[in-house]
């Protein structure tokens, strides 16, 4: 995905702005201070200062595919680093980070399995991954059931363990969030 524009990313964070839901991630994430964390598809930042809060703006990281949402995230939260990337091309280290999680962007992915693959590369061991998303009936902007299979199956397949999903009632939404942690040893 190449991201938004400057102006759709703009009215994005203001129509979509949902405090409760990017507290429940980062809660369920439970940070712990000095603990290295990922935010993927960051948007304007509103999750990326909470995890900060927890962990130090120091050791926060993100990635956007959206130079708007990028700048926005920057700004909102100094000292982090704060990269353009999309999930399939995190510039990261792998096993650099304690906590990975995304909030209403897996959706918006071209190669869904490049992704999580490239993800799971990124945990470190005993590291934990979160991935959160609108509950749907139908695909569209979030998961189904079917599509919650899917993920957990191949987030399997990638050597994740624990994998189960975590559903929040969030205002009149339920957010499904998969999670799942690096095994300690290979």
């Not at 990922?38 to 909470?50: F, I, N, T």
């Not at 959706?107 to 590291?127: E, F, I, Q, V």
Request: charged share 25%; aromatic share 6%; hydrophobic share 45%.
């Amino acid at each position: 995905m190449s991201g938004f524009g400057a102006v759709g990313a703009r009215l994005y964070a203001w129509f979509n702005r949902h405090p409760e839901t990017n507290r429940a991630v980062v809660d369920l994430a439970e940070l712990r201070a000095g603990e290295p964390v990922l935010e993927v598809g960051c948007g304007p930042g509103v999750a990326l200062e909470l995890a900060a809060r927890q962990a130090g703006a120091e050791y926060v990281a993100a990635v956007d595919p959206s130079e708007t949402f990028v700048a926005m995230a920057r700004k909102r939260v100094p000292g982090a680093d704060v990269r353009l990337a999309g999930a399939e091309t995190v510039p990261f280290a792998d096993g650099s980070f304690a906590a990975i999680y995304t909030l209403a962007s897996m959706h918006h992915w071209d190669d869904r399995d490049a992704g999580l693959a490239r993800l799971t590369a990124k945990l470190a061991p005993g590291g934990r991954l979160l991935l959160a998303e609108r509950l749907l009936d139908r695909p569209g902007h979030g998961i189904t059931p079917g599509q919650i299979g899917e993920v957990a199956a191949r987030l399997t397949d990638f050597g994740q363990t624990g994998v189960r999903t975590v559903e929040r009632r969030v205002g009149r939404r339920t957010l499904a969030v998969l999670v799942s942690e690096r095994p300690l040893a290979a």
